[in-house]
């Protein structure tokens, strides 16, 4: 990940751990955390930023 897209996805994805909803970001339901770790889309409209 580029550095500033990298940290702006990391801001996005831990703010439900941040707030005490979950205790890893891919377990929070509607995060695109889990798409980024394993490739699981739920929604299936969920794209990588780079392609």
Excluded at 17 to 31: F, M, Q, R, W
């Amino acid at each position: 990940m580029s550095g500033i897209t990298h940290q702006k996805l990391n801001y996005i994805h831990y703010n439900p751990v941040k707030a005490g909803l979950c205790n890893l970001p891919e377990e929070y339901y509607y995060s695109s955390a889990l798409f980024y770790e394993k490739g699981v889309d739920y929604f299936g409209f969920i794209k990588h930023y780079l392609f």
